[in-house]
Every structure is written in structure tokens, then in C-alpha cells.
């Protein structure tokens, strides 16, 4: 079974920076992909970005060029380095991981995280 357990969010002024991590157990890059996603109360979850096992990475176009998504095979963490943050990117940041590469482009990952709350103030 793939536990995935977020850690990182916090409170920051406009401008600032956090770096998320995503420890992972189990089988997480052996094939699909992983991700993360973020919901802000009375809005839909939404991907924020999400790479595949050859490393490479896809970004929601609101968060190109400023947020960053790594990941560290060896330590099975996922990080997503987050700059120049905005009020609008608040939200519960969520850990996702698939193990079917076909689904790596749809919310519906498999696994899922308990989230970790960032904060953004004007």
C-alpha cells in the first residue's frame, strides 16, 4: 500500500517562498507518475503539476515559472519549491501518485496525501 505524507506549508507574505515535500512508501516510481494538486475552500481540486518516472514535468499554467517540481528517487520524496507566491495560490496542497501513466493527465490519481495547508497574505 503507497502512503504519501505532506509536509512544508505555512504562512508567507506575497513574494515569498516554500518549499513542499512529499515522503512516499511504497511502489511510487516503478511506473505512472506523481503529482500535486491544491483545493481552496468553494473551489474544485485542481493539478498544479505533476512528473513522470523519466523525470520530466508538466505545470498547470498558472504556476509556470514559478513554482518547481523535483523529485529524489533514492529518498522517494517529491518536492515543489514554490517562489513568488500570490493570495490566490492559497490552498491545501495534496500529494498524489498514479501507477497508470494513462491517468497522469486527469485528478483521478490513486493515491493521496492528507494535504498540508499554505497560506499567502497581501
Known amino acids: 500500500q503507497v502512503q504519501l505524507v505532506e509536509s512544508g506549508g505555512g504562512s508567507v507574505q506575497a513574494g515569498g517562498s516554500l518549499r513542499l515535500s512529499c515522503a512516499s512508501s511504497g511502489s511510487t516510481y516503478s511506473s505512472g507518475c506523481m503529482g500535486w494538486f491544491r483545493q481552496a475552500p468553494g473551489k474544485e481540486r485542481e493539478r498544479v503539476a505533476t512528473?513522470?518516472?523519466?523525470?520530466?514535468?508538466s505545470y498547470a499554467d498558472y504556476v509556470k515559472g514559478r513554482f518547481t517540481l523535483s523529485r529524489d528517487n533514492a529518498k522517494n520524496t517529491l518536492y515543489l519549491q514554490m517562489n513568488s507566491l500570490e493570495p490566490e495560490d492559497t490552498a491545501m496542497y495534496y500529494c498524489?501518485?498514479?501507477?497508470?501513466?494513462?491517468?497522469?493527465?486527469?485528478?483521478?490519481?490513486?493515491?493521496w496525501g492528507q494535504g498540508t495547508q499554505v497560506t499567502v497574505s497581501s
Open positions: 498524489a501518485a498514479v501507477d497508470n501513466r494513462n491517468l497522469c493527465w486527469t485528478r483521478a490519481y490513486r493515491y
Open positions: 512528473i513522470f518516472r523519466d523525470g520530466s514535468t
